[in-house]
């Protein structure tokens, strides 16, 4: 018989699973690429508050619950960081002013921006000046919520080398400054065969 706190564990690794790549690609959107990291530690914020609260009281939608957290987070890096951290070029502008940073944030979280934002991050993952290994590690990770561990054995590597690709990557993206943009002409040539592996 499973306790309460093992159902828990288990609906919150499903949602993980499912929603942490939406919550990842939403905050890039905000926060840049550059800030993927920050974006991460938000979504493990959010996920940690939820095996918190949820053993006093199961929202009624644990998904929406997540978004929720995660947005008032987005909110609150925000406030606090937005003179000492650059954050994505094409929202910084509109997340300077007090007057802006809530409405630019929910509407960034509506479904219809979660799916550009989605399809942004897989152009992001796959961006042709990382080798294929880190492309695959990266999207696994970032987009799809998978493990290290996971992704190792998939890929059928260790842990240990999986990780140091994906620091590389992300160190990659960070150096570049990459923009969180969907390519066109050429440039979505070359990289759109990678996406549709």
Known sequence: MQSPNDNIT?????????????MVAV???I?????LELAEDVVQDAFAK????WKFK?????AAWLMTVAKNKAIDVVRRQRYQRDFAADMAPLLKS????????????METEIQDSQLRMIFACCHPALNETEQ???TLKTCSGFSVEEIARALLSNSEAIKKRLQRAKQFIADEQLQFDIPLGDEL???RHRTQR
Do not use: M
Request: charged fraction near 25%.
């Open 58 to 62: 199961l929202p009624e939608n644990p």
């Open 10 to 22: 288990q609906l919150t690794e499903h949602l993980f699973r499912h929603q942490a790549g939406k």
């Open 31 to 35: 926060f840049g690429l550059q800030n």
């Open 136 to 138: 695959i590690a990266l």
């Open 189 to 191: 040539k070359k990289i």
């Open 50 to 53: 939820a095996l918190q609260e």
């Open 27 to 29: 905050l890039i959107r």
């Open 98 to 109: 007090e007057y802006t940073i809530t409405p630019v944030i929910d509407r960034l979280f």
